[in-house]
């Protein structure tokens, strides 16, 4: 079979390039690439602080609409109640492990 005619859709252009899996070149990330990693990573941070009072209220709804004795009238008492039982942090309750998945992860896919 010629050559020029098929073309490998599994080829690594690494390998065709310079004939080793792995350069030296190749293995640290372009500076680029870091920034590209650093400002995915902040901005998907910041995205789930601005989101996530509103995805714990929604959550606590939920659950309360399963409940045989509702505790919640509405988004506004949701927020009230937590506010009053906890102050303004208790919106935020759990937010560290979501950041901890969510931060590596906007910053790989970006």
């Known amino acids: 079979m010629d050559r020029d005619k098929f ?3 599994f080829s690594r252009p690494s ?3 310079s004939g080793a899996a792995l350069t030296a070149d190749s293995f640290f990330p372009s500076r680029k690439t870091l920034k ?3 400002a995915g ?3 998907g941070g910041i995205e789930i602080c601005i989101t996530f009072p509103t995805e714990y209220v929604k959550t606590q709804l939920q659950l309360d609409e399963r409940s045989a004795k509702p505790r919640y009238s509405g988004i ?3 927020v009230k109640q937590t506010v009053k039982s ?8 759990g937010l560290s492990v979501l950041i901890y998945g ?3 992860k906007s910053a790989v896919s970006t």
């Open 76 to 78: 506004a008492d949701v």
């Open 41 to 43: 990573g902040i901005t």
């Open 86 to 93: 906890h102050g303004v942090k208790g919106l935020y309750r």
């Open 15 to 17: 390998m065709l390039v």
């Open 102 to 104: 969510s931060v590596p």
């Open 36 to 38: 590209g990693i650093l």
């Open 7 to 9: 073309r490998n859709p």
